[in-house]
């Protein structure tokens, strides 16, 4: 292998393990300058590079390498400010074009509606995982206001969403261009009423939303625990809605497991239709896999795909994320990718036993679920809201991690573990007679395992 190839199948691997912007920073204009039987040299721009590299890559750079080419015993950075001019079409380069497509996708984000028109229903691909959201989604876009509202979307993260809801804004853009269509993240909302308090301007906040005839609002579980912000958003969900206008939402779960949302709220939220977007299939995701290769005018063999559809599950964004990566290495090595190769390139993404349960993602988890910190589970209160999530994490611990109940009592301060078979059955007893408490228990689980 030479030092180019090397050196680019170094850089495809690194793309896994960190960040697109700690990438581009680190590794623009790298290169090996040197090799012989152990040692490889590689030119780093400047002292700061040298440094990080050298400290936090080392061992993971060595390790790659090793895997191409075991007879590399060493790794030594040299600084060379004219490396710059030395690299051509490398994957820095790419990443260069990529980063610059993402800035130019944010700056053909729609100034007054703030959708972004890379989604749309066309790329939006509908299995029996997402069918109910997508065809309720398509008749509010046909007739908005007057279908379903509001238009409650939810489900767990990378599982289409923000994809769904933004088509939705889209296409009812597109085709009543009258219509004053808006969608904002939940923080923005929130972020807009707290400075209208703080400036004393709320009627002028207000009045800059009445003319919205769709109203967008996406993960609108961060209300949750915003008291004063949660009363002004009650207005004008309130005026909004009165007037037949559009109200979609979307959130990680239904309006009955937010925590610490009005009541006023959850039964607003609720009076529409509420549907939920679960995991693709196996069938799905390779149709989904063949869609974006499509879209992005490549191909790879059947069984890559396979593969990928196989071993990726956690959720689309993954999908995509897993597809993307070996592009890139498709890109730096003439298109020559083998089902060894995948594996390898993808381990990162692959169901792994590291997304099992343990102890600590189930307490993590629980709290995180019902908007605690972890201490507060642990506290000897008896108040309702510490005491139920607190059986949810017993109930859980035994059910899915098989622990004893005088192991559960031990972590639970000592307790009586006759405490613990108490909560154990009572939970156990609710979820088979309540819908809520099962939605709950899932909803917990699916973040359990998705690690
Ligand atoms: P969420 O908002 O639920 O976290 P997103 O809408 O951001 O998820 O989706 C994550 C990624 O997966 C996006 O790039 C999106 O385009 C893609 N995606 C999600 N669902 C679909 C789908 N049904 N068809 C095609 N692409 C999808
Ligand atoms: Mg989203």
Redesign the pocket.
Known sequence: MDNNKLWQSVLAQMQLYISRANFATWFQNTEIIFKDNEKVVVSVPNAFSKEWLSNKYYKLILKTMREADNTIKELEFKINPQSLNNVKKSLVENEKINIEQLRFDEFKINKDTNLNP??TFD?????SF?ELA?AAGLAVSESPGYTYNPLFIY??????????I?SIGNKISSSYQKKKVKYMPSEKIVSGIVSAIRSNSMETFKASLTPIDVLII??IQFLSGKNKSQEEFFHVFNSLYEKNKQIIL?SDRPPNAIPELEERLRSRFSGGITID?SL?DYETRLV?LK??LQEKNHKLPENILEYIATNVKK???E??GALNALLIYCKANNNILDVETTKRLLKGFVFSPFNVASYKKVVDSVARFYNLDEKSLFNQTRRKEIVRPRQVAMFLLRKELKYSFPAIARKFGGKDHTTVIYAYKKIQKESEENNKLTEELNLIKQRIYSG
């Not at 790329?123 to 299995?127: E, L, Q």
């Not at 489900?155 to 769904?164: D, E």
């Open positions: 890379r989604y790329s939006f691909v509908v299995g997402n997508h489900g767990g993260v990378g599982l289409g969403k923000t994809h769904l933004q996406d993960d979307s977007i693709p989904i869609t974006k959720n689309i964004r999908l995509e």
